[in-house]
């Protein structure tokens, strides 16, 4: 099994080095389908919600439906998430309708929530341009990349790694690089280092795609579909003048939905997923597949009396660089409530088997129950080069367990919709999230805890 062929919608994770960037670090994702039936998850009903940033705790009727994870109404949420909301781009009218949604459902199981807003620098779907010759190219700016224009002459620098540079000097250029195998801030590094004054990433599939550089650049970067390769390439070839405009760097607001057990303790396990997608795409495998689980799952621990201890949490920008479980971390560690357990579910609709990645502890936890459950599981590990929510927690030291699975060729495309999630993977993931969530809340609550 090829990882880096399995899981390429994840958010693309890159450790800048130090020679071109900044000190600072950047803190750390449509064709809608409008006009359908709304789709109301079995059991829910409406209920009071609190306002942003307050906790509450509405009068509800009990949680309907059996403490254990049901994938029907998994899959119900999901079709809300992707068809009724549609596209949930951070900072945009989707995601904040989603939030209230989010918010909603976990209020009707009991629990006392908080919207939790923050603001991250820049946002890697800020269109750009690429001017050659008389062509204007469609592109999008890089999170991390500098706002601004730069122009020069374009330099083809293939992968822009050492054999693509060459060893030439890229003073006062513009590089053309290709996606693939290289990290996008390695790639930023390896040309700056040269002396580039600007880097377009042409893409080796079809259509746009958006990154992240992790740490601020010193000038623009951005990336453009594969159908501009050729013209970019000509341009190299005969040494015409390129010019990138990329917008100034913006706060972008977005928001964390938190659930907790009303005056509860601190939160022992948290269960989360990201709730944004990507622009252009509906958004149901990446990640609507994963909000709708962690969704159920909250109801499914709410049916027999709330659990203290367990907590659940949706994310806001993880598309543009995991800023919204890094601004959570940064909460609970400040708080000095970080749990013990993070459980992520991210890309969970397509498959035939689950993914279990993390710490080495709960993962292992998590296949034995998958054989004991008769569920297919592998444990496995992310590529250095993509990564999701769970990776902001262990860098916090807190334990992770992280679900995903199947076949990803639809993310982050318009492509990514409800009809092509198998429930039957749905419902795999979330049967082995639900039990090793139970695992996990029975570990800590032994005498001495976490081992």
Do not use: W
Request: aromatic share 4%; glycine share 12%; hydrophobic share 40%.
């Amino acid at each position: 099994m090829i990882l880096r062929a399995l899981f390429p919608s994840l958010v693309l994770l890159a450790v800048a080095g130090t020679a071109c960037a900044t000190p600072a670090a950047i803190p750390g994702g449509t064709a809608t389908e409008t006009g359908q039936q709304t789709v109301t998850p079995p059991g829910s009903s409406p209920v009071a919600s609190p306002t942003a940033g307050q906790a509450g705790t509405p009068t509800r009727p009990p949680v309907t439906g059996p403490a254990e994870h049901e994938g029907a109404r998994t899959m119900a949420h999901l079709a809300h998430l992707a068809n009724v909301i549609g596209p949930r781009v951070s900072g945009t009218k989707g995601e904040e309708t989603a939030i209230a949604y989010i918010r909603d459902q976990f209020a009707a199981s009991g629990y006392a929530v908080e919207v939790l807003p923050f603001d991250f620098e820049g946002d890697r779907f800020q269109p750009g341009t690429v001017r050659s010759g008389q062509s204007t190219l469609e592109a999008l700016t890089m999170a991390g990349s500098k706002g601004g224009s730069a122009s020069g002459r374009a330099v083809y620098v293939g992968l822009a790694d050492v054999a693509g540079i060459g060893g030439r000097s890229l003073a006062v250029a513009i590089a053309i690089a290709d996606r693939g195998s290289l990290l996008f801030a390695d790639k930023y590094e390896n040309v700056c280092a040269a002396g580039a004054a600007g880097l377009v990433i042409v893409n080796n599939q079809e259509g746009m795609f958006s990154g992240t550089l992790r740490k601020p650049a010193t000038f623009p970067v951005v990336s453009v579909a594969d159908t501009a390769a050729a013209e970019l390439r000509a341009a190299a070839a005969s040494g015409a003048v390129v010019t990138i405009e990329t917008p100034t760097v913006i706060d972008t607001p977005s928001a964390n939905v938190m659930a907790r057990p009303p005056g509860g303790t601190a939160c022992r396990v948290l269960v989360g997923g990201h709730h944004d997608s990507v622009a252009a795409t509906p958004g149901a495998n990446d990640n609507a597949s994963g909000t709708a689980t962690v969704l159920e799952l909250a109801r499914a621990f709410a049916a027999d009396g709330l659990d203290d201890g367990l907590c659940f949490a949706t994310f806001g920008a993880e598309e543009s660089g995991l800023h919204g479980s890094s601004a959570l971390v940064d909460r609970l560690r400040t708080e000095g409530k970080l749990p013990d357990y993070m459980v992520n579910i991210d890309v969970a609709g397509i498959g035939d088997g689950v993914a279990v990645i993390g710490s080495p502890e709960p993962v292992g936890r998590a296949v034995k129950l998958a054989s004991s459950l008769g569920i297919p599981a592998l444990a496995t590990e992310l590529p250095s080069n993509y990564g999701s929510d769970h990776q902001s927690f262990r860098d916090a030291g807190v334990a992770v367990v992280f679900f995903t699975s199947g076949e990803f060729a639809t993310i982050h495309s318009p492509r990514d919709v409800h009809t092509d999630i198998d429930p039957a993977e749905l419902e795999r993931v979330g049967d082995l999230a639900f039990a090793t969530t139970r695992d996990l809340l029975a570990q800590v609550a032994q005498p001495g805890g976490r081992p």
